[in-house]
């Protein structure tokens, strides 16, 4: 059994949306949103790089991430601590670049690498709302309420 489990899979094939921490050369933070983030299997997550230069340059000088799935409805997730490795072309390459189009509908001329990441850490985030005894319901309800707010109603 690899690092992760059926429930981060789950929430990482949901929300596709992960938050992509990395270390610039000058020892700055970089933190870029990445729509393409899948889980490619048990022990590893992977993205398109469709317009992501400094993220890219990042993790070829200094291939160790951090990314972020969070399910913003219910504030619950997962982070995923790792090594990132910058593919280009290969077999390995077009198998992903496949993937992407078949699952997601990703144009693979948009593709211009793949980070492939090995996971050697996961673990849960949850917000600070359950602290105060909130349920998933009640947390739910107000963060539906809070889009009705800013958005008007659906």
Avoid: W
Avoid at 22 to 35: A, F, H, I, M, R
Avoid at 57 to 65: D, G, I, K
Avoid at 121 to 138: H, K, N
Wanted: aromatic share 6%; with cysteine; charged share 25%.
């Amino acid at each position: 059994m690899g690092i992760l489990t059926d429930d981060m899979k789950r929430v990482v094939g949901e929300q596709r949306l992960g938050f992509v921490a990395t270390v610039c050369p000058d020892g700055t933070p970089n933190l870029s949103p990445k729509g393409t983030m899948a889980v490619l299997d048990d022990d590893h997550l992977v993205f398109a790089d469709l317009r992501s230069p400094q993220t890219i340059r990042n993790l070829e000088s200094n291939p160790s991430v951090e990314v972020n799935v969070v399910d913003q409805v219910v504030r619950k997730g997962y982070r995923f601590k790792g090594v990132a490795t910058v593919l280009r072309d290969g077999e390995d390459f077009a198998r992903i670049t496949a993937m992407f189009r078949d699952d997601r509908e990703v144009e693979p001329s948009r593709i211009r690498a793949v980070v492939v990441i090995e996971v050697t850490q996961a673990l849960p985030l949850v917000s600070p709302a359950y602290d105060t005894g909130m349920t998933e319901e009640e947390v739910t309800t107000a963060y539906k309420q809070r889009l009705v707010e800013l958005y008007g109603p659906f």
